[in-house]
Structure formats: C-alpha cells, structure tokens
C-alpha cells in the first residue's frame, strides 16, 4: 500500500493537520456564546420610569402647519413610536403618514452634529460660543450701518407663540417681522376665506353636506389641514344612504380626485369659468365650451347644486386665476347655505393664519440680488430648493454678505449660508401651537437631543439677545421654556398640568400683523398661453413629500405615491391615448420642457388625466453644490456631509417646478397650473419603480363596492328572509352563503362545526388540523390536541383576533402603511446602495424593480371603467389596504417544511424568525401576496444594505425582532401590542377588555375605517362589524377563513349617471 | 478498500461530522449555561441577598432589581441606589471605592451581562414573577453564589419543559433554597417565608386564566434532573402556561 504511488500534494498527516484545526476552529466559533453586552444601569434612576416600559408624551407635530396633537411614545429615553393624541381638538388621535414620519427626521442620520462656519468656501466645525459671537458681531454690524431693517428672517410657518416671540427678537435688533414661509400654503383660497368668512381656513363639516364639489381643491392631501379633513370626510362618507356625492373638477384625479363619485375632466384654468356659470354668470354653453366638459354635466352638476343644500364648494386649483377662482367659488357656497353649516369659520383654524405669500419671498429674491439685504437667517425653509430654478435664488443669495441658516438637515438652501446653528427637532424642543377654539396645543421635549451639539433656535436667540447689551434686558429668561411659562395662561402650575393632556384652554399671544399691507405680487402668472407648448402642464406638491420636505426621510421615499404607486423616483403623468399618440409606454423616459426648463423622468401611464395635459409632481430632485457621489455605506467616509438634502433625498428623481416660471396667482402663491410644455420622447426607457402589480382586478373582486341604490338590497351576513341580523354568536358555520351567490354547493368541509365556538367572523375557521382532525383519537377529548382544543385550558381558543376595514371609509391615504414601518421595524429597500452587490447599477429603488418590496401593509389601487385605456370621466378607483388575512385556512401554513408559520390558537398566522429557513415557498402558496422576504441583511449593522444607519436604529421598537437576511416576514395583527394588552390585564387581574387596545394601522387611521379586535367576543367592536350587510372576504372561493374581513365601498352615482361620457 | 476510495471516503466523514458540528452549533442546542464572567465590582449576592442566618441582609431581589415584576427587563439597579447605603456603609473597602469612583465620575457601572436570550425571543420577566415562579427557578440560588455565573441553559428546550409540564410554586420555593418547609396544602401564589428571610418572591394570588389543568390523570413528564433539578409533583398542582410559538417568538 505504501508503495503505491500516491497523487502529488497534500499528505496524509497534513490533511488531517489542517482538517482538525479548521474544525475545531468552526466549533469554537459556532459554540462560542452569542455577543454578550454589558447591561448598563442609570446613574440615578428617573422618577415615573421602569425600564422596558413605555412613558408617553403628549406633543404636537410641526410637519405641516396644521399642528396635530402627538403621543410621543418613549422607551428608556428614546422615542419609538408616534401617534395622534385623541384630546387634541384637530386630529382626535389620527396621525397621516407625514406625522408619523416626523421620527426620521429626529433620528435622521444625516443631521447637523453641531455648528459649523464656511470659511474660504470650506465647512468646519465651530463651537457655540464663537458662532454666537460672530453672529452678535455681525448684527451689532447690520445695526451701525443702519441696514439692521432690511435683514430678514425666513421661518418656516407654525402657530403659536414663537412667532410673535421672534418678531420682538428681531425688532430688538432693528430688524423688521419675519416672513412666516409655507410653500404649500394655498393663498388663494386663504385670501378668499378671508374676505368671505373672515378666517383663512374655516373648518369643512363634510358631514353635513349633502354635495361636496371641488375645484382642484385635494383636501385629502396637503390641501389645509389634511387629517382633520380626513376625518369629517370619512365620517360624511360613513353615513352611506345619507353620505354626500363627492363630484371632483379638474384636468386631473388627485387622490382626492379618485375619492369622488363623478370626476369632471375640465381644461386646465378653466375651474373658474364653470364655477361663474353654476353662480349663473355666463351661459352653461360657453362654460362647456371653453373647458372641453360636456354641457350636458354642467347643466346636471348646476341641477343638483340647486337642489342639494347646503353644499360644500371648495376652491383649490392652482392656476393664474385661483384668487379669483376662490372668490366665485365663495360666492357659490353662499347661495347654497353652506356658511354656518358645512363651512364654519367660528371653528376656523388659526394655525393658517399669518403665512407669507410665495409673491413675498420672491420679492424678497429681488431685493436680495439688489443687494440690499445685509443679514439671513434661514429656519426650516428650503428656498434654493422649493423655487423654480427661474427665480435665480442661489445668485441672488450669494450677495447677502451673511447668512445663517437653523436647519436641522444639510438641505440645498443650507449649504449656500455661511453659518449653520443647527435647531432641536420639534420632538427636542418645546413650544406651542395654536390649535383654535380657544385651544393651546403644548410641544414639549419628549426626549433629550439626540445630538448633543444642537441648540434649540428660540434658546440660542435669547444667548444671542443676552450677549448684546442693548437688548439682554428684555430677555430675563434663561430659556424659552421659561419664556412660555412667563406668558402662559395660569403660569407654571397651568403650564405643567396642560402638558399631560397636550392642549390647554386659552389663547397664545398673536403676532402682530405687520404693518404694512404686503405689496401686489410682482410677477403675476399670465392666462396660460394655448399656442405655446403641446400640453397642458399641472405640477402639484407630493402627497407624501410635499414641498420636497419629506424626501429625506426613507420611510416616506418607500410610501408609494397614492395614485401612481411610484415611489423612490419622479415620473410624468401622461394619459394611455396620448402615450399611444406619442409612442411612449409605461418607463419610457420622456422630456417635457416647460418655460422654466427641461426635466427627464419616466412615463406614467394614468387614466385620471386629460388628453391634452400631463402632470408632474414636485418633492423629488434634490442636489446639491458640491459635487459628492453617491452616498455608499461602505465607501463613504463617516463625517462627509451629505449636502443636497441627505442620503436619501440627493440625486432622486427631476425637479418638476424647474418647468414652470417663478410666477403667481394674485393672491401670490405660486402658479402651479399656468402653463404648456412640450413632450418628447427620448428613446430611454427603465422600469418604473412601482409597487403597482396590476391597475386591474381581472374579475378577481379583491376590492368591491356597491351602489348607494343596491345598499338596501344587501342582507347583513347569516340573515334569514325577512329576519333582522342575528347576534353575532348566531353567525357561525356556513353563514358565508348568505352573501355569496355561489354558494349552492357549498360543501361542508370537514371540522367545519367547530366554528361554532369561535363566533363572530361570518366564515367558519376551519377547525384546524391540529384540533378535531389532527388527533389520532377523535374521542380523547382534546387531551393530545393541544391549545387547538376547544376547551382548552388556556383559554387562547377563545379569541379569534380578526380586524375589519371599511372601504367606503379607506381613502387610500397609506399613513396606516407608515404606521406600520414605525411600529414593526420594516426595513426600507429602495435607496441605491441596498441593491445586491454583484449589481453595480446603483438606481434607486432597485430591489423594488425586482420585486422585493418590503411592506406588511399596502395599499391597493384598481381602476373600474375604461378597460381598454380610453378616455372617460367615468372611471372609478378603489383602495384595498391589504395585509396578511390571517387566514383560518392558510395555505402559507403546510407548505412550509420547517413549520416556521404556523397557525395560533387565538387566530394569528404566525411567522416565527428563528424557524424560518428561507424556502419563501408560503409566499409563493399565499394567494394574497402578502409575505415578504429578507433577499439582504437589512437589519444587520454591517451589512451595506442596513436600513437603520445610527441614529435611525434609536426608532426601533424593542418590542418587534429586528429580521436578518434569509427569513420571511409578514403582518403579525401587531401581536407584540396584543401581547403588551394580555400583561398588562395579567397584571391588573383582569380579562383584556373590549377594544382596550389596537393595532398600528387601525390607531393612526385618519378614515378610521381599520377595526381590531376579538371577533369571538361580541363586545368588541370589530365582532359588530364583521357581520355587517357590506362584509366580504377576499378570495372567499378559496376557503381561506381570513380573519380580515373587507367592507364594500359604497359609491354615489348621480342622478342620472352620464351614459357613456 | 484501494487508496484512492480511502482518500475520498475519510474526508467525506470528517466533512459530515463538521457540518453536524456546524449545524448543532447554529441549532440553539449552544448554551453558555456555566458563564462566570469577571464583573467590574466584585459584587457579592450572598452579602445583600443571603439569607440572615448566613450572614446576609436577606434583602428581597426586587430591592434592586426592582421592575421585574413591573416589566418585561428586570432592570439593574441605578448607581445613585447603591450609594444611598454605601456612602457611609463600607465606604473604606476597595471594591466600594470602585463603585463610589464610577458614581463620583458620573460613570455607569458597566456590569458584564451573563443572561441573555437572543433578540427574536421575548421574554418577559413580569408574566413569571408574578406567576409566582421564583428568581431562583431561573438565575438559581443567586444569594449564595459569591461570584454569579449563567445557572440554566436558557435553551427553548429548557423553557418548553415548564411550559408543557407546568410549574409547582412549591418546587419554585424549594429552587429558592428556603429553609422553610412549604406549609401542607400550600399551593403557590402568596409568598410563605418570613419577610426578611427569603430571597425569593411571589406576589399575586391566582392569576386569571391560569387555570388548574383538566386532566389529572396525564403523567407529568418532567424529567428527572431538567434544568433546575425540579422534582416531580402531582400535575394537579402545577401551573402551565401558554407555549405556541408566538407567545415568545415574534
């Protein structure tokens, strides 16, 4: 043997060597214990805290100017979770996906770490008293020279006393009020408010019209006080036979728009020729001639306005004549009895009081490049970003010889400063907002600041004052908070009792108007000029990004966009038989060139836009002045400041109002719809980056809905002829074929009795396998079947967790979609570097092209009508939030070779981490697509694609598992709350009570059309509802048993639906 | 068998006992059960926890430990509650010098955790103690261990045990190491010891929904030696609790 030649190479003895080592070496690291931390203990322990135990603070949220009430949700300092605060007289608890998103922001990690000075065009870091000095020095400058007057300070719009608090700061040092900057604001229609009703922004009562008409007005998204609006219109829409019809006119369906029963495709800048002939100035004739509407509607729509009263007529197209526009409009609303009742300005909203007109802050541009400003500062505003290109604000900004900017984040408007001071972020900071009806809303700290190196504006203009000896004696004040105190309503003891509620009874100090009336607008937006361009153009401010504030946060890039369901990119609008008319299809990369400019983004092809317009909408385009590459975990240096808006923002998508020319209405908004532009086509083409599976239902009635006529005909699930509905224990097995037509031969399938003992839910739950079928003894009595028995000693049979959704509630605003990222951990997929490595394509929102969404929730959107992409006004959208059904049923359950989802007594389908091995053969089983993969670790810090970069990993809840590379994940009905409910009643000796507790989607709904709960228990809520007439199950046919039961969206044709308009 | 069949069948072997190696050790069947790590203050349990007759304060574990019955962390005690008795008490000795140093320089102390499961499981203390399961049915008799090491597995086996077979309070009493016979007919729920003179806890009577089990006549399958070397009692008396997948794992 050992004379046979052996193979040249190792030897024997070295093999065995190298092959004992290694193994020892993987036995050593595999059996190694898991990394063990330190467990670090306070220094003192705080007073009202126990470790791993939520404390909640009440707050109010300065993502827009509306001022909704927020419960910061903390834990161990950090917060984790916001919501709406249900005292608070604006949102009543609801939360849209903005306020949710405001944590990204406090965590965002692209925020300032503390003060920094340009010197020599190069940024370095300066610390706070030298900033504090060169800014005195400065000031004390401005005011010798006597230019004190004309420096200025942008703020970003917010209510309250801050306002008034910083014009005496300024006035102290010469200078004039600030401009209260909010580039969404609709002045317009605040302009004709104010001359109609006497406030800018009434409160709508949608629920007391019996017709709701609006001119481009999309009160559902950041037109006013979008969830307040929400709300009342939801409500309006849940009185069903009583419900208003909602007719929506403008070039194109918004989201808003979708929500309507009738859209009216009118052309753009034409709303307000038909508004003067509903008012009767001018013939109905002329009016459908001009707006390329039939007259036959117009004439309809005047019928109906005449006879529904009161009515609700809103105003909100952002064309050359808005003002105007609102002011017929206004006068419209007063011969249908709609002042007092559905519009009432005794309950208007200050919040919206005092902002600037875009008309100002271009003005403000003129006498900037006249060089006549001395002194900026800059406050949450982004001009150099939220103005078209054509108002040349870099240029004019440059010759401001000092410019000192507050901003939290490392925005375009920034970087052209010399200074930065970088402001606390709301959840920092305290303050106050004025939420109307002699209410205060208090904003209080509800943790400490992330950065320690940031200082709170207010408390940095009092240092400031302090310094300068001509004015430390009107500041006697330490800080701001104090300041509040001094000036609050019943002082200190008032103040500190107010801040467990969130709102206070009295009013805070106005600021004074300024003196002098703001001039006219200089550049007024001409009538939109026909002959120029091929389309109409409409650019409109972002659902979800809204002036391009948003961008920078990740979880709203990932919110689809509500109508187009694009997200991490920009996209043009064009409707199917143009495109066709242009050889353009879905991803084709267009360009549209405009008076302002030329932009390149894909084509979107949408049915709910005219023929001969198409639309862009602004949010998306950041950049910045220093050239930086593309952000990249793994190459880019830590400190390296992401100018252009952060990580997230930089480099997406086109700058959509670099095509309209730095023009206004006359009330001095800026003119969004004023003019055309040209289209062509560029021969590119990518995939859109698109949630959107398919726009159609293929018969499938995933998302269904009744007419308000057939609305009587239904029969509440389980009823017999004649019979009012019974009990809820009464609905048990077999009562699905009260609805469903098929069910003739509906066939008993086995274990199906046993539904009697989960009542509630229509369908029966398959009594599970591992209950009456999966004994081996049928008759031990449940002995060997586990917690699946039914009279187990557990008890967990006795709850059914089952959650309903109203569809004629849904809006399909999708803040139940960011509510869920914040409550469950979900890692965001889309920005360019969480792509695969072997990719070297860097695109943003790559993993998406290829299908690897990460949503638990979505929002799905079909289209009903206009089949085969032509064009009609009769065509009707549905939004279906669709989630894991926790079916009774699952076919997600028995294909899964390692049992890691599995079905639970109390009727969750649960997905267990730790089992999973990655097969994703129940996604592939699951009928509802709602099982997501982890194709990347993106909840591993070391990986390139982790999706919570410190400081943003602060925001997980410690509640929910962070998931690693390779498992599947999914809605879990929020058991982690359900779990947090059963303690705490544990604790408390007590059974959990009736809607005690909710899950994250259902708690932040503005529609509030999610219900949760125990459908077994007929005292919950959701037990009522899920045998209602309107109920359905998804995919009934498939005897799933879903625990989520769907409720028909009820639709309000008119009086006489428009054949074939 | 020629050489070269030899050659491909050793490495063949030795490459499945690797991958069982590899495979057991990602399989959770690893413990660190026996970890004594150093602490940066050589605490000693015995001194506050032990009982009095040991020389100990007796001091009940939630003096310091004091959310375990409130929360799912059972939380470390802060530094400024240490120095509320060590500024004058023991204030010479050096391993109090260690503690009044980290405390005079604002530091945390930053004890070396020893229990810990990993992140996808949760486990809250609150539901146990106030089930009435002893600290020690876990932690083990942490009053006289005079440096505290990792007493349990902490493997999902060792929790499903008492899950499936239930929990005799008075095994839990026993775990605790009282001197002290529970009573006759003592079944669990209120604590029995002496104040003072136990370690170990158990505040709320029954709880709700923890019901008794129904069948009597199953064989309690604790076995013998499980972790925490709890006897075998009637299961009549034990107390189960919920063990699907989701109660710990989501």
Redesign the interface.
Known sequence: ?SN?A??AGVK?RD??KV?GA??AA??T???S??K??????????PDDT????SNYYATTCRECAASCGLIAETRDGRVIKLEGNPEHPINRGALCARGQSALQGLYNPDRFRGPMVKENGAWKAIDWNAALTLVGQRLGQARTGGAAANGVFLNQHESGSFPAFLDAWLAGFGMGPHLSVDFEADSAAMEANRAAYGAAWPRLSFKDARLIVSFGADFLEGWGASVPQQLDFADARAKLEGAPRFVYVGPRRSLTGLNADQWIACRPGTELAIANALAGKGSIADAARTSGVAEATLTRLQQELGAAKPALVLAGARGPDALELGQAVAALNATTGAVGTTIRPAEAMPAFEGVARTADVLALVERMRASQVPIAFVRGVNPAYALPAGARFAEAFAKVPFKVSFSLYPDETTELCDLVLPDLHALESWGDADAGRATISMQQPAMDPVFAGTRATADVLIQLAQKDPAVASRYTQKEYRDWLISRFPGGESAFTAALQKGVATGTVAARTAPAAAPAAPARIAPAIDSTRGDYFLVTYFSPTLGDGRGANKPWLQELPDPVSKVLWSSWVEIHPETAAKLGVDRGDIVEVTGPGGTVRAPAYLYLGIRHDTIALAIGQGHGSVAKLDQFEPKHTAAGVIQWGYGRYARGLGARAHDLIAPVTDRAGALALVSTRASVRKTGDSEILVSTEGSARQHGRGIAQAVTVTQLGGLRPAGATDGAAAPAPEAQGAGAAAGEDPNAEGHEEIPGEPSGAFLPGLRSPVAADAQGELGSPTADDQG?NKG?YAP?H????TNRRWAMTIDLARCTGCSACVTACYAENNIPTVGAPWQNATVWADAKAGFNITRSREMNWLRIERYFEGAEQGQFTEDFEARFTPMLCQHCGNAPCEPVCPVYAT?H??DG?N?Q????CVGTRYCSNNCPYKVRYFNWFGYGEPDRKQYAFPEPLNWQLNP????RQKGVMEKC?FC??RI?EAE?R???E???VAPDEFTTACSQACPSRAIVFGDAADPQWTVAKQVGDRRAYHVFEELNTFTAVVYLKKVNHPGPAAPAGA | MT?RRK?TA??GV?LL??GA??L???S?A???QG?QPTQPINFPHPLHAGAVKDGGLGLNCLYCHN?AN????????????CMGCHTIVGAARPEIQKLAKY?AE?????????H?V?????F?H??HI?AGVTCQTCHGQVQKMAQVYQYASLNMGWCVNCHVNGYDPKEGQKAAGYDNVPPAGYSGGVPYGTPGSSAGIAT?AT???M?????TS?PSAAPAGSAGGLAVTPSAQRR????????C??
């Open positions: 043997m046979e052996r193979p024997r093999f065995l092959l290694s193994s993987v036995a690291v595999g059996c214990s898991e063990v931390g330190n467990l670090v203990p306070y220094l003192v322990h126990i470790a791993g135990v002995k917690m009279n000693w557990s008890g967990m599995y639970a007594p969750l649960v267990v981490y730790n089992r509640d929910v598992t962070v879990s058991v982690q779990r303690t009643a544990k604790v000796g007590r059974e | 050489q050659w050793i490495p030795l006992v690797i190696v590899v057991s050790a990602y959770g690893s413990t660190s970890n959310t409130q929360s799912n962390d059972v939380g470390m005690p802060a530094v400024a509650t405390s604002k530091r945390p102390v930053p004890w070396v955790r020893i810990k990993p992140e996808y499981v949760h809250p609150v539901r106030n709320s709880p709700p929904g019901t008794p089990p129904r069948d199953a189960r609790a919920r063990y699907d997948c989701a109660v794992h989501y």
